[in-house]
C-alpha cells in the first residue's frame, strides 16, 4: 500500500512543539484501521484565537474549540479522492487542558479524522457509533505505540 501523505501548516502564534512523526502514525493506524487506502490530509495546527476565527467563519460559532475537520474529496465532485480534507488542531489548548498531552492528541487528531470520512456525532445513536470507531482506534494505536517503545 502507497503511503499516506500528511501535510502540516502552522496558522497563528503557537507555542507547542508540533510531532510531527506522532500525527503522521496516529493517521496512519487511523486510515489502515478504517479506508485502507492511501489518503492526503492536511493538519493545520492552529492557537486559541484562529480556531476561534475558523470556527465563527465556516461553522458561524464565535468560541474556541480543540479541533475541526472539513472533509473533501469523498464524493464525486472532486477527481482526486485521496486529499480527504484538512483537521485544524488547537495544539496549545490541548497542551493546556489535557493531563497526558499525546493521548489527548490522538483523540482529537482520530476524532477529526473520523469526520473527514463521514462519522458524525450529532444524533445519539451516530455520536454512540463513531464513539466506537474512535475507541477502538485509539485502543490499537495505544497498544502499537508501547510495542514499539
Excluded at 465563527?56 to 479522492?81: A, I
Excluded at 496549545?92 to 473527514?116: G, P, V
Excluded at 451516530?126 to 497498544?143: F, N, R, T, V
Aim: charged share 30%; with cysteine; net charge positive.
Amino acid at each position: 500500500m502507497k503511503k499516506n501523505n500528511v501535510s502540516f501548516e502552522k496558522l497563528g502564534l503557537i507555542n507547542s512543539v508540533i510531532p510531527r512523526l506522532f500525527v503522521s502514525k496516529v493517521i496512519g493506524y487511523g486510515v489502515l484501521k478504517t479506508l485502507r487506502r492511501p489518503v492526503s490530509i492536511c493538519v493545520v495546527f492552529v492557537s486559541d484565537k484562529e480556531i476561534k476565527k475558523v470556527n465563527n467563519r465556516f461553522r458561524k460559532k464565535n468560541k474556541v474549540t480543540t479541533c475541526l475537520s472539513f472533509p473533501l474529496g469523498l464524493n464525486d465532485l472532486f477527481e482526486d479522492k485521496s486529499n480527504i480534507g484538512d483537521i485544524f488542531i488547537n495544539i496549545d489548548r490541548i497542551k493546556k487542558c489535557s493531563q497526558n498531552f499525546t493521548k489527548e492528541l490522538a483523540f482529537n487528531l482520530i476524532h477529526s479524522y473520523l469526520h473527514l470520512i463521514g462519522f458524525s456525532h450529532v444524533k445519539d445513536r451516530d455520536a454512540k457509533i463513531m464513539e466506537e470507531q474512535e475507541s477502538k482506534i485509539l485502543k490499537g494505536i495505544y497498544e502499537n505505540f508501547k510495542k514499539s517503545s
